[in-house]
């Protein structure tokens, strides 16, 4: 008996990953994939027969924008298609699954955006410039990540795809405004921890980075509990 619970369980798990995989990869996500890979090959090309880029930091503002092009859709839009598709009812309708179906879908968003950008490192490090691009990968992943997962957190509060989409491109865009005056800080959203400042020794600046990526994964881990407590209020939703 335990075993067929067991095989039952997998099977319920690997239909809610299919289930999951067919809405995140449906409607405009594909434009927001091949906007992705255009722009990391557009640059890449440029890169490639430049002779001005000799450091893996001069790509890292890249493979960050690849990789919120690849969750933005999905993490935006994601409420929005359960309540055009009626799909909304349903989860609501079973005592805490919701929490399942949301928790895998955001997992499976974060892991294919994570091996797509593998890929995309991987390529740069073969065909630009030398470096870890394993490590390289989890590092953009960090951003991308609070990124995402806010997104997601605020698609549960305006409960609409557009609106959401309007106010994260305003916080994006006033996290770069900010960029340049927090070069230095742990807060800097978009800190690259492979470009350190030069009137900063290596200690300080290791130091800031990894303050900078605690601060960035205890915020993702916050966001995300606020998205799934408000979840809980059903009447919203409906």
């Given amino acids: 008996m ?23 990869f449906a409607n405009k996500f594909i434009w927001f994939l091949a906007g992705s890979i255009a722009f990391y090959l557009g640059l890449s090309v440029i890169y490639v027969f430049s002779n001005d880029i000799s450091r893996m930091s001069d790509l890292y503002g890249v493979f960050i924008f ?9 993490s935006v839009f994601g409420i929005q298609n359960d309540q055009d598709s009626r799909t909304i009812e349903i989860l609501f309708g079973i005592p805490n699954y919701r929490y399942k179906v949301w928790l895998v879908r955001i997992a499976l968003i974060f892991v294919i955006a ?4 593998l890929v995309f490192t991987f390529l740069s490090s073969v065909l630009i410039v030398k470096f870890r691009f394993v490590q390289v990968t989890a590092q953009v992943m960090m951003p991308v990540l609070f990124l995402g997962v806010l997104s997601f957190m605020l698609s549960t509060v305006i409960r609409n795809g557009n609106g959401t989409a309007v106010v994260m491109i305003i916080l994006g865009l ?14 800097n959203i978009f800190l690259n921890p492979f470009n350190p400042a030069w009137d900063v020794s290596e ?16 915020g993702t ?4 509990l606020a998205a ?8 919203k939703f409906m």
């Avoid at 690849?66 to 999905?74: A, C, D, E, N, T």
């Fill in 66 to 74: 690849s990789g919120i092009l690849l969750v933005f859709y999905p």
């Fill in 114 to 117: 994570f091996l797509i950008m």
């Fill in 221 to 224: 881990i916050l966001f995300l």
């Fill in 174 to 187: 006033f996290f770069l405004i900010l960029q340049d005056p927090l070069r230095k800080s742990q807060w």
């Fill in 2 to 24: 335990k075993k067929e619970s067991l095989f039952n369980y997998l099977i319920l798990f690997w239909r809610m990953i299919l289930y999951n995989l067919k809405i995140i």
């Fill in 203 to 218: 200690t300080t600046w290791t130091i800031i980075a990894m303050k900078n990526r605690i601060i960035l994964v205890t």
């Fill in 228 to 235: 799934l407590y408000n979840l809980q209020k059903r009447e």
